[in-house]
């Protein structure tokens, strides 16, 4: 049997690097418990960097010969995992910090709040409301008489998927319940 192409190698060493920024994001968010968690992810996505291109120089640059035959491989492989990364963060930022954002802009267009016109400008019920909306026309959510059921499966497994991401980083999976 022969050995693998080393193209086949390089993208499946890509496609795994998400795989080894997370397994890197939920050791350090066990280290670092009281870090933000923004700057947890975002020390995972630059950490993975190296054990995903010692892989890269192992399996598939070591033996290529001068740098300048395969130089545009290395270039196209930063490329690749700096996008996986970013979008690994961000992903990541954006399940953190939704709630956050929006406060932050209602202070910004008002230009100082205090915090009780703020529980008023930020009430709960019209957040759901809201929400409750967006699942109605997402067919996520089936409505009748005011009675809400599970129609579409597609964002309660998302959630799910993210539930369980939260408790492989070791985060506190009712942190942001009310």
């Known amino acids: 049997m022969g050995r693998m192409p080393p193209e086949l190698g390089m993208i499946l060493i890509l496609l795994l690097a998400p795989l080894v920024v997370l397994f890197l994001h939920a050791v350090l968010a066990r280290l670092r418990r009281n ?20 892989l890269l120089w192992e399996s598939v640059f070591r033996h290529a ?32 910090t939704a709630r956050r954002i929006r406060i932050l802009c209602e202070i910004e267009q008002s230009g100082s709040v205090s915090p009780e ?13 809201v ?3 967006r699942l109605v026309s997402l067919n996520q959510l089936h409505e009748e ?3 809400y059921s599970i129609k579409g499966r597609t964002l309660y497994w998302a959630g799910m998927a993210i539930l369980f991401w939260r408790t492989v980083l070791g985060l506190d999976r009712t942190r942001d319940k009310p």
């Open 65 to 96: 010969g001068p740098l300048a035959t395969y130089a545009l491989d290395v270039i196209y492989c930063v490329i690749v995992y700096s996008a996986l990364s970013y979008i690994y963060f961000h992903f990541y930022n954006m399940s953190e």
């Open 117 to 129: 016109e703020l529980t008023s400008l930020y009430r709960t019920t019209d957040v759901v409301s």
């Open 35 to 54: 870090a933000p968690p923004q700057k947890v992810a975002f020390h995972a996505s630059l950490g993975g960097a190296v054990p995903v291109f010692f």
């Open 131 to 133: 929400r409750l909306r």
């Open 145 to 147: 008489d005011g009675v």
